[in-house]
């Protein structure tokens, strides 16, 4: 027995020293990657030394004798700390992620070899002005001088993920940033899905008033009815099955409700305590480690920029300078429709115009994929727009057979020159000459918000179709591609596009909300992306005769939620205080004391209530009672709760009390029976996961921030690592916006929120803050990989300052890039 004891003391020693030296060679080998911030690099791009100075909150401050120079040092910035994330954001772009990670990004690559990403990027290049073009490519030489700092250094391959998950690195080129930021227009666009759902509805419920409850039209005048779907595009199916779509934490294409959104406003001189405008910007996407943003200062010959740039992307996006700030929201303009094309019978290569049949214009695409055969598509094109494949946005469930779809998107231009209005945006003394450089701005369409040291203004920029007054479905349900009258005419002028200067009462600003009220087809769209934080921000701004840098930041980090305030006297009106008192352990008495609980609630989402869950729950059950008889299996369609068909349902609008009758049942179901049942359905659920003692429930156990790798944060060994978690306040309607994934075990999961943060006040610029979600680096083994992550979650701000003296004050290393 010694014996055997002593060997298998020797065997689990021996099996202990081999994982600690494994585990050293490991870190090793990953940490060689980690940037070195103090040193001299020779390069024999730039023309004179360049440095990049680094603030101890890891924000570079980019000083050159050129502006040429300044832009290499942000590339050569960006490659050092984000060198992982841009490269696989150019895969995508690319459609060739599946040479990497195999099968499972295959139909991401199909999806984006359809579109045509890359190659319209490659022809934009030409479209753009010579001065954009220069700094370009002064970027792109300034990430190839890291690629090549860390092939010719051994530095570990540039990122730990890249010995996981090894490729070449071809050199970075102009189209790669152009090709990111369509891949963020991708990220930011969801009407395409809105049409195809809105139609697949109107093929189950018929009824135009039924269909506008559940897919409300926002409130204001000047929507026009729709056809019905099945008279409009004959031959479709009352109800097709879609096919399953798993989401990869990789693919661009957000579900339904998760395209971007964003906060922003700005305060006149005369509504502003200092004397000096004001203004705060957060724009949300989808939360990931690291952030997507990453903090950057340039010094450029017309003075410093500062703020929130995307890696692979040479501009400062939002942020400001000494004279200007500006921030962006997403405008929701309708800048998206699918056209249903006729193939000829005779002929499946043509396709029906208004003029006879027409050959599709087509190409080969040969997708690689690891550890597996390489797929070979034909992509096809009417004038219309590319044609996507019918299990694409669950596209076939629309389309009759011997019918494809095409899709016309603004994004798609070849002639892409929204670059060029990314940097002159940098480069504008004001606000009338911001709104000139944003001319050039085509897609994704946004609302710019800016501020100088006099005036504020707010314009929609992005590039608005022109429609037909007689189009079929006014761009709201896929139509038909070959009659005229659906077909794109054009654009709008820029002039047309919605503008607010110097508005009289002092206050402008933009929460995703309808922004303006014109009757198709001048108008902008159907569907928005806020119809509740925006009454909570105009009560916070005109609670104030003036403001001030805090009572911005107040208003960024509040948690109120209208939504609640609003629904629930709608909602529980015939259950408070009704009846006896229950006996204690009885499911009448849980629904009491929830009653009870939120009968006292102010609709604050703070992490540490139990009210916010019980109402996130009851309301999540509400809907689904509400609308599963009547759309069956698109019951699934809808993640997350739409308030406004609530409030139809309760308010019986135009009938619309007829939801709570359950179809399938002989009994006539009121909406006070159908509001108890889905209280006990929420109850029961929550004692399940959370216990039943509801007074010690925690609004953040559930609603914990998912700021996840997007490649290892599911790997069991890694994710402890490489992920970040944490508890938070706010929800889907609050300013301070958490929205939820809407699904599966933990449906409030915090998914899309707030990931850049900014504040400033132009009488001191300098007191101007910001703030990201998660770190600098994209190094999960860098001290600044997670150094801001609880601050944000705090709502902690750190300086915005383009104060040489102060960044060179308190720097943690200075790179000095030299001829």
Known sequence: MAVIFKWLLRIVSGLLVVMGLAASLIYYFASRSLPDYDKDLQTGFVTAPVEIVRNNANVPHIFGARDEDVFFGLGYAHAQDRLWQMVTMRRTAQGRLSEVFGTQTVEIDRLIRRLDIYPLSVQSVDALSDHTRAMMSAYANGVNARINEVNSEALGRGAPEMFLFNAPIAPWRVADSLSIQRVMALQLAGHLEEEVLRARISLLIPDETRLSDIMPDFPGAGIAALPEYSAMVPGTKRYVEAAPRAHHPLSPFKPRGM?????????????????????ANDPHLELSAPAIWYLARMELSKGGVIGGT???????????SDRLGWGLTSAYLDDQDVLIEELNPANPNQYRTPNGFKEFRTRSSIINIKDAEPITLTLRWSDNGPILEGNQFDLKTVTPKGHVAALSWTSLSPRDTSMDAAIGLMYADDVRSAI????????????LTLADRENIAMKTVGANPRRAALHQSKGRMPSLGWRPENRWQGRLPYASNPEFIAPIGGIIGNTNNKVIDRAFPLHMSFTWGDSQRVHRWERLMQGRQVHTRDSFIEAQLDTVSFTARSLLPLVAADLWFTGESAPDGTPERQRQRALALLAE????????????LIYSAWMRALQTRLIKDELGPLEVEFTHVEPLFIERVFRDVDGAGAWCDVIQSAAVESC??????ALDD??????????????????????????????LGEVSLLKAFVNIRQSTSGGDNTLQRGKTIGKGPDPFLNSHAAAYRGVYDFADPDSSVFIISTGQSGHFLSRYYDDMAQLWRRGEYVPMSLDEDLARAAAVGVTRLLP
């Open 672 to 677: 006070s029976d159908v509001a108890r049942l």
């Open 601 to 612: 609630w102010n609709g604050e989402m703070n992490e540490h209530l139990p009210e916010p």
């Open 310 to 320: 995307i890696p692979g992307i040479p501009a400062v996006l939002t942020g400001r």
């Open 259 to 279: 395209a971007g959104a964003s906060n922003a406003w700005a305060a006149a001189t005369n509504r502003s305590a200092s004397g000096g405008t004001l203004m």
């Open 436 to 447: 000139a450089a944003a001319e050039k701005y085509i897609a994704p369409a946004q609302n």
């Open 682 to 711: 929420a109850i029961i659920w929550i004692e399940e996961k959370y216990g039943r003692n509801l007074e010690s429930l925690r609004w953040g156990d559930a609603h914990q921030a998912t700021h996840d790798h997007q490649v």
